[in-house]
């Protein structure tokens, strides 16, 4: 897994180094810089694949923009920022992956340049690209890292730590995407970044689940059991009886059974389902299905959620998460408090982070560990409370 996120000079990020554990949960107000948390992950992704342009840029989630939109710009003139961005991670062994990418303000290149580019796997540095060595007739636009990885062993650190980083996604769904009544622009296996091929994603989820033994069941029921009104939920080609002519439809399509209403008409599809059930959905297939990739974001988790489905929903995401694979890791971000009651924070992979801007716009990142003081206070209000009460911090000054 990815231990330390370092960035430098990235839209509203001065200079942040942000420990990471399994689960990572964002909060802030609007504007203070968490999707541009995870937009520097989706750089860095797309510079570890060998192409940082718009198109890779938008495959993994990140908003395209003209290069003066993803370089800081601080009005404060003690904040002067070099003209490149700088970005790395580390992992567990101490292999790490960094870039420098640059790309003029007024006449943009259609992808950015490599200006440093370095891999490690923690023993020996397999890629080293500097200013000193520009001289050499490279091309300025492809990494190298990209090129070392066909030559390295699967279980090299390194090549290990830069497929993670070549998978990176940032999931962001939205209600009619969801629905199936428009198509997803970013498709992907086994969903898509904005909701789409729900239905698919949870055939094949069944299909995984029915395939295996023991928890298997249990583990669709917790799905089930946070949607309290259904009582199963199937994926059918056949839904045309249950859906106007006139409403656009995918080839699959998900089939709900309401419990409360008469059985002669208790059917319906995800146009006409309340849409916190596709979202839950959606964020059981990100976490159960191994197609997923190994790192991957959220954005906007609380999203259509009511706050108490919410907590049940972000208590369930560690053991979802290593249902399948116990490497897998989940950055996301939230506005809502109720995100605050379903994180174990005793867990040290279950990690809290506080994002805000201070008084010259530069976004800060803290890790939020409780003091004994606040341990004392969470045991009468929930941290929900305490947030809102000014006692965690990114407490919006409106």
Not at 7 to 13: A, D, L, P, R
Not at 21 to 42: H, M, T
Not at 107 to 130: C, F, I, M, N
Not at 347 to 353: A, C, G, I, K, T
Request: glycine share 8%.
């Amino acid at each position: 897994m990815i231990r330390k996120l370092k960035i430098q000079g990235f839209k509203s990020i001065y200079s942040e180094s942000i420990l990471l554990g399994r689960i990572n949960c964002f909060i802030g107000a609007n504007g203070a810089g968490k999707s541009n948390i995870l937009e520097a992950l989706g750089v860095l992704g797309a510079a570890a694949n060998g192409v940082v342009d718009d198109e890779s840029l938008l495959r993994r989630g990140v908003r395209a923009g003209l290069p003066r939109l993803y370089k800081s710009s601080f009005a404060s003139k003690s904040k002067s920022m070099p003209p490149q961005i700088f970005i790395s991670v580390e992992g567990e062994a101490g292999e790490n992956y960094r870039v420098s990418l640059l790309n003029p303000l007024y006449a943009p290149e259609p992808a950015w340049s490599y200006k440093t580019e370095g891999l490690s796997d923690g023993t020996q540095e397999l890629v080293s690209r500097g200013v000193r060595n520009m001289r050499i007739n490279l091309n300025k636009q492809a990494g190298l890292a990209a090129l070392k990885l066909v030559d390295l062993e699967p279980g090299n650190t390194a090549a290990q730590l830069l497929q993670r980083l070549q998978e990176f996604a940032i999931y962001c769904p939205n209600t009619p995407t969801l629905r199936g009544i428009v198509p997803d622009v970013q498709s992907r296996a086994p969903v898509g970044l904005n909701g789409g091929q729900l239905a698919e994603g949870f055939a094949a989820l069944r299909k995984l689940l029915s395939d295996k033994e023991g928890d298997a069941t249990d583990v669709l029921d917790q799905v089930l059991e946070l949607i309290d009104w259904v009582s199963d939920i199937q994926v059918t080609s056949h839904g045309a009886a249950l859906l106007s002519p006139n409403v656009p439809r995918t080839k699959l399509m998900l089939k709900f059974t309401d419990r409360f209403m008469n059985r002669s008409r208790n059917e319906l599809t995800a146009y006409d389902a309340s849409e916190g059930a596709l979202y839950v959905i959606f964020c059981a297939l990100l976490c159960l299905l191994p197609q997923v990739p190994r790192l991957l974001a959220i954005d906007n988790l609380d999203q259509a959620l009511n706050p108490r489905l919410l907590t049940r929903l972000t208590s369930r995401l560690s053991s979802w998460l290593r249902h399948n694979d116990p490497q897998r890791q989940l950055l996301f971000t939230a506005h809502n408090p109720a995100v605050l009651d379903g994180l174990d924070l005793a867990d040290p992979e279950v990690r809290l982070f506080a994002v805000e801007r201070n008084s010259d716009g530069l976004t800060c990142v803290q890790r939020i560990e409780l003091t004994p003081e606040q341990k004392l206070l969470n045991q009468q209000f929930p941290l929900s409370r305490l947030w809102v009460m000014g006692h965690l911090g990114a407490v919006p000054n409106v």
